[in-house]
C-alpha cells in the first residue's frame, strides 16, 4: 500500500506543550501534505512539502520531510485547545496521477 | 473565491434502497473531483476520481458507482445499500495547482 502511516495514533497534551506527529510512508513522493479535520467535519489542508525540501513553517506548524527515511512530521509549537482535531498526512506518489493518499491519523487532544 | 457544497450532512437508509450523494464545486472550472470514505476513527480511502466529464476512476471494487455529468458536478450512488456501506463520505476537488484538496464537509451515511 503506498499508505502514510501516522505515529502516534492518539496524543494527549496540555496547552502551552508542544505536539509533534510523525508519518511513514513507502515508495517515492512528488509531496506530503498535512491536513487537520475537526470531528464530524472535512478536512482542512494545513502545509504542503515538496519531495526536494526538507522543512517548512506556517505559524505554529513545522514541517519536516526525511525522502532517505521516507518519513515526516509535523510539530505544532505552544498547543491549544483549539488545535484539538485529528491530523492526517497524504502523499501524492511518483506517477501517482493527482491522487492523494491518506493515513489513518493522529487524534490530537489539548487540555486546557 | 472557490466553494465545494456537499448534500446531505446527515443520511439514514435501509439496506437495499438505493443512494445518491450530490456534490458541486463553485469558482473553478476542469477540477479533479474526489470522493472518499472515511471510517469512525480511522483514515480516508479513495473511492473515485475525475478529471473531466463522464470520465470516472474507481480505486476499489465496491457496491458504489460514480458520475461526473457536468462539469463541476460529482455524484456518488448505489442502486441497493449494504450494512458496510455505512461511514462518512467526502466530497473533495483539487485546486488550481492540482496539488492540495478542499473538502466539503462531508455526508454521514448510516445504513441500518
Known amino acids: 500500500s503506498q499508505q502514510g502511516e501516522e505515529d502516534p495514533q492518539a496524543l494527549s497534551i496540555q496547552e502551552g506543550e508542544n505536539a509533534t506527529m510523525n508519518c511513514s510512508y513507502k515508495?517515492?513522493?512528488?509531496?506530503l501534505q498535512w491536513y487537520r479535520q475537526n470531528s464530524g467535519r472535512g478536512l482542512v489542508h494545513l502545509i504542503l512539502i515538496r519531495s526536494n525540501e526538507r522543512e517548512k513553517h506556517s505559524g505554529r506548524l513545522r514541517v519536516t520531510l526525511d525522502t532517505s527515511k521516507k518519513s515526516s512530521s509535523l510539530l505544532i509549537t505552544a498547543s491549544r485547545a483549539a488545535d484539538t482535531a485529528s491530523y492526517f498526512c497524504?502523499?501524492?506518489?511518483?506517477?501517482?496521477?493527482?491522487?492523494?493518499?491518506f493515513g489513518a491519523g493522529t487524534r490530537l487532544a489539548v487540555h486546557p | 473565491s472557490q466553494t465545494i457544497h456537499q448534500w446531505p450532512a446527515t443520511l439514514v437508509q435501509p439496506v437495499g434502497s438505493p443512494l445518491s450523494l450530490e456534490c458541486t464545486v463553485e469558482?473553478?472550472?476542469?477540477?479533479?473531483l474526489y470522493w472518499y470514505r472515511q471510517a469512525a476513527g480511522r483514515g480516508l480511502q479513495l473511492l473515485f476520481y475525475s478529471v473531466g466529464i463522464g470520465q470516472i476512476s474507481s480505486e476499489v471494487p465496491q457496491n458504489l458507482s460514480a458520475s461526473r455529468p457536468q462539469d463541476r458536478q460529482f455524484i456518488l450512488s448505489s442502486k441497493k445499500l449494504l450494512l458496510s456501506d455505512s461511514g462518512f463520505y467526502l466530497c473533495?476537488?483539487?485546486?488550481?495547482?492540482?496539488?492540495?484538496?478542499?473538502f466539503g464537509s462531508g455526508t454521514q451515511l448510516s445504513v441500518l
Open positions: 497524504a502523499t501524492v506518489f511518483s506517477g501517482g496521477y493527482n491522487k492523494l493518499i
Open positions: 469558482g473553478t472550472s476542469n477540477p479533479n
Open positions: 515508495t517515492s513522493i512528488n509531496n
Open positions: 473533495a476537488f483539487a485546486g488550481s495547482t492540482n496539488e492540495k484538496l478542499f
